[in-house]
């Protein structure tokens, strides 16, 4: 089993940045490809981006990609979602989750889910 504890969240200005981290407890983290949702008050949990299982290959939903960036460290058994240039409609809580080897974009296809994060972005 996986326990993913999400941080880095907050309230910034448009233009501005977050690093976003997911923290891993359990065994065999490196098996695990990463993604993470956002779910906006009243909308559909929505896909971001996923990392694979080694780091070195990731994929972006069009409204993100450029923005923002994914990276892992697998020693530290954790994963970041670096943000920048947010927009407002960016706002969201976010979601980290983990899905054993292979990432999807669809979020039943991953296991284990964090609490979430909430960033907001104002104009």
């Known amino acids: 089993q996986l326990q993913l504890v999400e941080s880095g969240g907050g309230l910034v200005q448009a233009g501005g940045s977050l690093r976003l981290s997911c923290a891993a407890s359990g065994r065999s983290f490196r098996s695990y490809a990463m993604g993470w949702f956002r779910q906006a008050p009243g909308k559909e949990r929505q896909f971001v981006g996923a990392?694979?299982?080694?780091?070195?290959?990731?994929y972006y939903v069009n409204s993100v990609k450029g923005r923002f960036a994914l990276s892992r460290d697998n020693a530290k058994n954790t994963v970041y979602l670096q943000m920048n240039n947010l927009k407002p409609e960016d706002t969201a809580a976010y979601f980290c989750?983990?899905?054993?080897?292979?990432?999807?974009?669809?979020?039943?296809?991953?296991?284990?889910w964090g609490l979430g994060t909430q960033v907001t972005v104002s104009s």
């Open positions: 989750a983990a899905s054993y080897q292979y990432y999807s974009t669809l979020a039943s296809n991953y296991e284990y």
């Open positions: 990392i694979s299982t080694e780091g070195d290959d990731t």
